[in-house]
């Protein structure tokens, strides 16, 4: 059964930093793209971040030079370094294999003072 599971999530102060992981399994995680999602209480999920098998990420605007996004093929794990972290980043945080129907369940952070 194909999975994916979020962890790292939690309460931080602005200007703060959070890793989130996803790990997968289930499935051949090499042969997907794998994107950070994010969605905010009454807001539609947005996308934050993609990092193909290899080569340059993408990043949404909103958190280019701030996030980073990685993958380890090997373990099946894929990250989300957050740094500089706004209130306005408080949301639940997914992860998805893009392409197909596979998303995390979601882990909640929470930016405040």
């Known amino acids: 059964q194909e999975q994916l599971v979020e962890s790292g999530g939690g309460l931080v102060q602005p200007g703060g930093s959070l890793t989130l992981s996803c790990a997968a399994s289930g499935f051949t995680f090499g042969d997907y793209p794998m994107d950070w999602y994010r969605q905010a209480p009454g807001m539609e999920r947005e996308f934050v971040a993609r990092?193909?098998?290899?080569?340059?990420?993408k990043y949404s605007e909103s958190v280019k030079g701030r996030f980073t996004i990685s993958r380890d093929n090997l373990k099946n794990i894929m990250y989300l370094q957050m740094n500089n972290l706004k209130p306005e980043d408080t949301a639940v945080y997914y992860c998805h294999a893009w392409g197909s129907y596979i998303w995390g369940q979601g882990t909640q952070v929470t930016v405040s003072s």
């Open positions: 990092q193909w098998s290899t080569g340059v990420p």
